[in-house]
């Protein structure tokens, strides 16, 4: 492939003073139901306080700060984090572990969450035991920089911290109607509402589009099925999720579907077929080692927004998927994207790199 520049740059970053508890020797006490707003601009990791083989795929430390947490009594607490301000689309992301501070032997991993938006997001600790010191590390996702509340509680708030399915490598649809089923189930017998919330791609928080009321019919049984027609606002993939709610608030909301819808105004590309139109994102796949694992950040160079996220290992049957469908983003007047890779060779240490890849049209 050509057209591949690489960029070697420095972070430039607006001087910014540390949280107190940057280190974990200084982490925050935190006292149940207090809310706290904190930052992770400015902050840095201290590598032998933490083991990413511990957390596997789920996140890279770059500007981590630490909280402790003791529950006055057993039983299920949520971590509630609202009112995100980042620099990206990413957010943050939250680990929740026992053990002594600073000895990641003595680590045991109770959740480990990379959230992926701004939305106000809980994360549900069962089991905890009263009295017993939980640390919490709080991380900008991906190398996010952000502001946010932070709160220990016994009643969840916003939305549950589910990660998003990966976009369809796929050709969007040619219709702005689209139509959303989805089911109640039994087991939650106090939900009175459903929350149809939307997303765009590129949108840092979702919207509420509807509230739907769980209804029942004359024989006093509960509805089940559920469908809504909606309509997109434009061009673009959308991310929808539905949630059930209800009055009693001991009750956290549940999630029932997430779904990624797209639309176009070009004719969709069916499989085999070859589109002269149509724009694609082919990633370097053959850049790299044979069997390395490979991550992939694809976002807007312009204002660093978060594209698409991709991770696959360098085998033949996995080539395909380096073609990225990408003509929402040319339709938004991008004509190259910047991608951060990390390459994790079967051999060797892994490293790092920056890339300016064009968007490509096969057949021009």
């Known amino acids: 492939m050509t057209g591949v520049v690489l960029l070697v740059f420095g972070n430039i970053l607006a001087a910014r003073a540390q949280v107190a508890n940057d280190n974990i020797e200084n982490r925050r006490l935190l006292r149940a139901e207090e809310t706290i707003t904190s930052t992770t601009t400015g902050c840095t990791v201290q590598p032998g306080c933490v083991d990413e083989r511990l957390t596997g795929r789920c996140i890279e430390y770059h500007n981590d700060q630490w909280f402790e947490f003791r529950p006055p009594a057993a039983g299920t607490y949520y971590v509630n984090i609202g009112g995100q301000r980042c620099r990206d689309v990413r957010g943050v992301q ?19 969450t990379s959230f992926g938006t701004q939305d106000d997001l809980f994360v549900t600790l069962p089991n905890l035991q009263a009295g017993v010191p939980y640390l919490l590390d709080v991380d900008g ?18 939305l549950p911290a589910v990660p998003a399915p990966g976009i369809p490598n ?36 979702a919207t509420e589009i509807r509230r739907v009321p769980i209804t029942r019919n004359v024989y006093g049984t509960r509805r089940a099925a559920y469908t809504l027609t909606d309509t997109l606002p434009g061009v673009g993939q959308y991310f929808y999720q539905v949630v059930a709610e209800g009055d009693d ?54 204002n660093g927004n978060l594209l698409r996220a991709l991770s696959l290992t360098n085998q033949p049957g996995d080539v395909r998927r380096a073609r990225l469908y990408a003509q929402p983003w040319r339709d938004a007047g991008l004509r190259q994207v910047a991608v951060d890779v990390t390459c994790r060779p079967v051999r060797g240490s892994a490293y790092t790199e920056h890339l300016l890849l064009p968007l490509s049209t096969p057949g021009y």
């Open 170 to 205: 796929t050709s969007p649809g040619n219709s702005r109607f689209i139509e959303l089923s989805w089911e109640v189930p039994d087991s939650l017998p106090t939900a009175t509402y459903c929350r149809v919330l939307r997303r765009e791609q590129r949108g840092f928080r």
């Open 141 to 158: 996702y991906l190398k996010d920089y952000c502001t946010f509340t932070l709160q220990v509680s016994g009643r969840a708030r916003g």
């Open 94 to 112: 939250l680990v929740v572990l026992t053990g002594t501070p600073c000895e990641p032997a003595t680590y045991r991993i109770l959740s480990c």
């Open 249 to 302: 608030a001991t009750e956290p909301p549940a999630l029932l579907r997430q779904q990624w819808v797209g639309y176009s105004l070009l004719r969709p590309v069916y499989a085999g077929a070859i589109d002269g139109g149509t724009t694609f994102l082919d990633l370097p796949l053959a850049r790299y080692p044979r069997g390395a694992y490979v991550s992939f950040l694809v976002t807007n160079p312009q």
